[in-house]
């Protein structure tokens, strides 16, 4: 935007905090608006001659609910460039983050909730018009917003991005909203449901993926009751982790700011969201941000004990990173192998998440590493029993990592669980296949659906009988600062034998819900395994 535009907009912005544009936007420390008269008072005006101008935080959010909605856009991605584009920082920044994200969160809750209020399909509304009625819902019901304030700003944004034409409607719309309190909502919604769609609609989440987690926990050695935790968890915003690059990078200055050091993961820390790139660590990429689950994974897959192979302590082996974008995990595996003297392959197909990996990597002396764009299924066959240790982090649901991302709760589905199964065995298998005999394979994805963790292991090893699943929650507790229990809940029942997977949890180990198999191949070249399947194996 030319400075001129920017400056205009800052007069305009400046303009309508001092005067009120349909609604005076005064916000207090929590980016929230002062109540200044009655929870529930509303403007006498009708809408038609209230403000016709927005408050540029509520158009910030607009906007990227509208490019969510209308284009699959990220609203991570958008939602920073349109804080820019509005001049948006402090407070309103806040204000801006919280509306936009909360709303895409809650998409769910607040549809149903409108539905009641309207007296035709929500679908049949347009969709601009939903995106802006979900932004008052969200207001009224979840942020303290004062009702006049929040039907006087959205009735104003409608009005400068839709036009005159609904305004009238809205404003009836939220005015029922705003008849009941978010508990009486919910009471009234979740009266005669099954607790699973309670659940998700208090929590904010579709019912397959309540039943899933549910499911999850079990299977991952933990506890069904756990389940509300672990749905709060995934509505909170998550910390942000960083990690120094061992041997490359320092944390120094971000403690010496207010980072704190992180119990889980060495070289790591926590830090309040913000402007990160100030730090000289950031810009030169030995500091990054990565969540310690990933972290975890990665110096997990490190430490595995392989059997045989010829260097000491990882000298002169080699490494694999078969789905490598956008370089996380490799930028941590390729600072490991330098200072052990090994190199790793970071493989990626996709070639813009290539130059990704690329960029993750240009930290990191260049001998530790090379990048290829292969298809990994194709890897086993073409370089078989070729490397010591091998990363698998397949394309999953992303159900373990919904902090994240507030909308990707409400575009996965059941098929694409579905659809993915197929394509993490090939990667299992060609994983298998180019490790060689007494190296290791992790598979790991974020998600903790039993489809694409538990289920993709037990198939691929009952095919491959040979290979050793590790006890892949000690391995991950010896290279964690803590014990995590990733195999089950801690206590008596971690004293019986637990899952030989590990499983890490939002709402216990504060990461993403990171799941890692640790698998053996069998040290005996000729032995039965990947190589050399046994006459017994499935077809
Ligand atoms: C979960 S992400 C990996 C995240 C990464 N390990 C990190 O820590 O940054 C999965 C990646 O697998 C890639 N992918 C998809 N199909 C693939 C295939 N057939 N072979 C290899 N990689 C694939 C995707 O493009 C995506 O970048």
Redesign the pocket.
Known sequence: MADQDRNRRRDHDHDQRCRGGGGEVRRNAQGRERNRGGERRFSSAAPARRGRTSDPARLAAYETLRAVSADDAYANLVLPARLRRHGLSGRDAGFATELAYGALRSLGTWDAILSRCIDRPLDAVDAPVRDALRLGVHQLLAMRVPAHAALDQTVALARETIGAGPSGFINAVLRRVAERSLDAWLDELTSGTDETTAAGLRYHHPTWVVRALRQALVAHGRDAAELTDLLAADNAAPVVHLLALPGLGDLDEMLAAGARPGELAAGSATIAAGDLSRFTGVQDGTVRI?DAG?QL??RALAAAPVAGGEGQDGGGERWL??????????ALLAALALERGAVVTA????SH?ADL?RR?LAAVPERAWRITE????DIGGEETAGYDRV??????S?LGAFRRRPEARWRRTPADVARLGS?QR??LRSALAATRPGGVVAY???SPHVAETTAVVDDVLRANPGVELLDTPAVLDAAALVPLHAGGAAGSERDAPGPRTAQLWPHVHGTDAMFLALLRVPATPGGPGPENPTPTEAP
């Open positions: 990565q990933s994974v990665a990173d078969g789905c490598a974008g956008p370089g996380g995990k490799a493989n990626e197909p996709a998440r990996v993750a292969r298809d990994a299924r990363l698998v982090d397949v394309p999953c992303g394509l090939d990667l790991a994805t974020c």
